[in-house]
Nanobody, 124 residues
Framework: QVQLVESGGGLVQAGGSLSLSCASS????????MGWFRQAPGKDREFVAA????????GYADSVKLRFTISRDGAKNTVHLQMNNLKPEDTAVYYC?????????????????WGQGTQVTVSS
C-alpha cells in the first residue's frame, strides 16, 4: 500500500508559475515510477508527466512540454512538478500517481495508487 499526498495547488494568473509536490509513503520509493495526471471539469483524466524509478528518464504530454518539469527527490520520497508559463487551459485538478509497470508510464491503467488531487486554477 502506498499513500500519496499532493500539495502546492492554487490560483495563479496566466504566465505565472506553480510548483506541485507529492509525498509518498508505505513502500520503497525507488521501486515505482511516478506520474502526474490532471482532470478538468467535463473532461477525461489526462496524462501530464512521468518520471522513471531512477529519475533518469521523464515523459511529458505535448501540451506541457518545455513548460513543465517533473523531478523526484529520493531523500524525501517526493515528486515535484514545476509548472511555468501557465495557461488557462492548464486549469484542472492535478493527481499524483505511482506505478509498478512500465519505464515511464503514460497511461492511467499503468498506475496502481493515486492521490486525492490538488486544484490548479489559472486565470486569464
Amino acid at each position: 500500500q502506498v499513500q500519496l499526498v499532493e500539495s502546492g495547488g492554487g490560483l495563479v494568473q496566466a504566465g505565472g508559475s506553480l510548483s506541485l509536490s507529492c509525498a509518498s509513503s508505505g513502500r520503497t520509493f525507488s521501486s515505482y515510477a511516478m506520474g502526474w495526471f490532471r482532470q478538468a471539469p467535463g473532461k477525461d483524466r489526462e496524462f501530464v508527466a512521468a518520471v522513471s524509478r531512477s529519475g533518469g528518464s521523464t515523459g511529458y504530454a505535448d501540451s506541457v512540454k518545455l513548460r513543465f518539469t517533473i523531478s523526484r527527490d529520493g531523500a524525501k520520497n517526493t515528486v515535484h512538478l514545476q509548472m511555468n508559463n501557465l495557461k488557462p487551459e492548464d486549469t484542472a485538478v492535478y493527481y499524483c500517481a505511482v506505478g509498478y509497470s512500465g519505464y515511464v508510464p503514460t497511461r492511467a491503467y499503468e498506475y496502481d495508487y493515486w492521490g486525492q488531487g490538488t486544484q490548479v486554477t489559472v486565470s486569464s
